[in-house]
């Protein structure tokens, strides 16, 4: 996969701390721009927020059509039916967004991994395969699609989680949320886990305690 072309916003000069978020199936990294002012952690700091774009890929269960996707989705039961090596694809290449902020001075510890949907399995597979200790990862409204396969890393065995979904959740129900946790939990994580009176969205009071969540692993 090509280098990923990403929304880079900055909440003030030269940031030691770094959020990479992914967005889900369809949507691009501008999704969550406006997430950015409600996080009182980052504007009682410099954070640089990297919102990558996913590449268009064609998607099975959308007749083939092409639009932004980390990965295919083969059929509806998504937990079960993904292009696993597509999805280690994109882990890979949001791995390149880690080592170019690394080139730029940031410490890995200082990077906090995160993704919304389609977005938050590729964060799963990335932060806890990553090679060396990272600040965090959040997931959202997702799944952890490769908890079977990951190779995960000694380094972040110990590393925070916050896990959030809507338990009105339509398009991944909230029972794979609660399957995840219950992986890491078996897995040696002790993540977070949120409920919200929601759909498939985000939600103030949500927002709010992922700011806390993000507070807590920077300091």
């Avoid at 890491?184 to 969540?213: I, R, T």
């Amino acid at each position: 996969m090509s280098s990923l072309e990403s929304l880079i916003i900055e909440t003030g000069p030269s940031p030691e701390i770094a959020v990479i978020w992914l967005h889900g199936l369809g949507a691009s990294g501008h999704d969550f721009e406006p997430v950015v002012p409600e996080l009182a952690f980052a504007q009682e700091r410099a954070v640089r927020f990297i919102f990558p774009h996913a590449p268009e890929l064609p998607v099975t269960i959308n007749g083939g059509m092409r639009m932004p996707a980390w990965y295919d989705i083969l059929a509806m039961d998504i937990d079960r039916k993904v292009d696993e090596l597509q999805l280690r694809a994109s882990s890979d290449a949001v791995a390149q967004l880690i080592e170019q902020q690394r080139e730029q001075g940031l410490r890995p510890e200082n990077i906090i991994i995160g993704g919304f949907s389609q977005g938050g399995a590729v964060a799963y597979e990335l932060a806890l395969s990553y090679p060396e200790r990272l600040g965090g990862l959040f997931a959202l409204s997702t799944y952890y699609a490769t908890a079977g396969s990951i190779q995960r890393s000694t380094a972040n065995e110990t590393l925070p989680v916050f896990v959030a979904h809507g338990s009105y959740d339509p398009i991944v129900p909230e029972a794979l949320g609660q399957q995840a946790v219950e992986t890491l939990k078996a897995q040696g994580y002790q993540p977070e886990y949120q409920s919200y009176g929601m759909e498939h969205s985000l939600c103030l009071e949500e927002v709010h305690h992922l700011n806390d969540f993000l507070t807590r692993c920077l300091n």
